[in-house]
């Protein structure tokens, strides 16, 4: 057992903080957020990602899970005081793409004025190449008397929607440190994982983390190029997909043509790879490339609405007097993060069109409400349906696989649909009597 404190409540704090705790652990989570941890205290959490309510309130009850605003209570209680400091805050983008490090910082800096005794301060967070010898920097500049501890780079990988398995069977755990023993010390907080784990130095374990996403939005960019190149020749993409898929070499991951990847993490991190690059005087075309390509595909399922139900005549903008709906508003299906969601974005070029917009979220339907102006949020996909001129599905909710089309065609003004996420087959939503465009599928 080892005292764990973890700074940050978010997705990966709160997750990752849990799963400890779940290992046995004795983990305090801390935020600078009051009503957060008030909630949290109460068992009601900030975040939805299946399964981690049960498991915070298993681990309260066990009394090895707390929640505190206090620094000095989760890193200097006398009787557990925190060997481990884990920074889980967020880096959102900044100016020109860069990673904006102020909460990193604050983080940093109460640590460093609030530890009493030795400790491991690991970053969690995704931080630019070099931020680690940056943060023992800091510490030591804000420290009141010269206590040791060492800074361990240990980047996550959790996906949203899927963040308490990845947490619990990561594919890897990646520890950078300049010091071997720190790193190991870390490595045992891992061991029951039985994951295999790589030791590096801080800046290649910043740096890993960084390759690994945008490698995936590369892949995610790539096959959204593929799709563009089948639209124009008649090939269905998803068949490609597969049939790449099977070579070992390529894998079938994140070969899912559609609106492109959003979040909270791929569009912030390959623009902050980038602007290192930049700064360094490299010139990264692929990245570039990658993310053209994800802000044009958005751009490209509203030329689709366009095509299909837009006006032609000059007097009226393209889409005025047209009601469109949009089914699923989260990024991706499995959370209610609408960073960089490209539903809302879609929903604002289309209102710029002059589209009258309704929409339906079974999760992401409060965070949406904060983001969105004139969008009548509906009870469901029904609800949305009527009087619709066409239909977007924006994100791939299990709950939207199996729908009552027969219904929905009833309740619409002219049947629609838009499919940015290939959900539906394009044979049997025609049979249904659909005008349907998926992504890519040449034969639709
Ligand atoms: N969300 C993901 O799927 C994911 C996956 C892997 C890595 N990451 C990275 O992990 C980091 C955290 O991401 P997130 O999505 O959990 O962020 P988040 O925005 O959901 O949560 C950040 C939390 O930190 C708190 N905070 C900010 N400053 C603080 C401070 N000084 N002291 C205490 N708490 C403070 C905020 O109040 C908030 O609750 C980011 O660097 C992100 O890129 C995120």
């Known amino acids: 057992m080892k005292n764990i404190a973890v700074i940050g409540t978010g997705y990966v704090g709160l997750v990752t903080g849990t ?44 009394g090895r899970l707390n929640f505190s605003l206090s620094y000095d209570e989760a890193i200097n209680n006398a009787d557990s005081p925190a060997e481990m400091v884990f920074i889980a805050v ?15 910082r604050a983080a940093a800096e109460t640590i460093a004025e609030t530890m009493k005794h030795q400790v491991i301060i690991i970053n969690k967070s995704t931080v630019p190449v070099g931020t680690g010898d940056w943060v ?3 510490v030591r500049g804000k420290q009141p008397e010269p206590i040791a501890f060492d800074v361990v ?17 990561p594919d890897r755990i990646v520890l950078g440190s300049l010091n071997r023993d720190a790193a190991n010390k870390v490595a045992q907080l891992y061991m029951p994982l039985r994951a295999p784990i790589i030791v590096t130095d801080l800046r290649t374990a910043e740096m890993i983390k960084y390759a690994s996403n945008a490698f995936l939005a590369t892949k995610i960019s790539f096959i959204n190029e593929i799709s563009n190149i089948c ?9 490609v997909a597969a049939g790449m898929g099977y070579d070992k070499r390529i894998g079938r991951a994140f070969l899912d043509a559609g609106l492109g990847y959003g979040g909270s993490c791929f569009p912030k991190d390959v623009k902050a790879l980038a602007h290192m690059a930049n700064i360094q005087g490299k010139h990264p075309q692929l990245l570039e490339a990658v993310m053209t390509i994800n802000t044009d595909q958005r751009r490209s399922l509203v030329n689709k609405v366009r095509g299909l139900i837009g006006n032609n005549g000059a007097h009226l ?32 070029m289309l209102q710029a069109d002059g589209a009258q917009i309704k929409a339906y979220d079974p999760v992401a339907m409060d965070n949406a409400g904060k983001q969105l102006q004139n969008v009548k949020l509906c009870e469901d996909v029904y609800d949305v ?31 629609v649909l838009v499919d940015g996420r290939n959900l539906y087959e394009p044979a049997v939503m025609r049979d249904l009597g659909f005008t349907y465009r998926g992504v890519g599928r040449g034969y639709a």
Request: with cysteine.
């Open 90 to 104: 967020g880096t959102p983008e900044g100016v020109d793409g860069e990673a904006d490090l102020r909460y990193v």
């Open 19 to 62: 799963c400890f705790a779940d290992l046995g652990n004795r983990v305090v989570c801390v935020d600078i957020n009051e009503e957060r941890i008030n909630n949290l205290n109460k068992g009601i959490l900030p975040i939805y990602e299946p399964g981690l309510e049960e498991m915070v309130r298993r681990n309260m009850a066990s």
């Open 385 to 415: 349906a009527v009087g619709c001129d066409a239909l977007i599905l924006g994100t791939e909710w299990n709950e939207f696989k199996n729908l009552d089309w027969h219904r929905i065609k009833g309740l619409m003004r002219k049947p």
């Open 136 to 138: 023992a920097d800091i």
């Open 231 to 239: 639209e124009a020749l008649g090939a269905d993409v998803k068949e």
């Open 317 to 348: 903008s393209k889409l005025e007097g047209k009601t469109v709906g949009m089914l699923g508003l989260a990024f991706k299906a499995n959370t209610d993060d609408m960073r960089e969601s490209q539903p809302v974005d879609i929903i604002r």
């Open 153 to 169: 780079s240990n980047p996550e990988f959790l996906r949203e929607g899927a963040a308490i398995s990845d947490c619990m069977n």
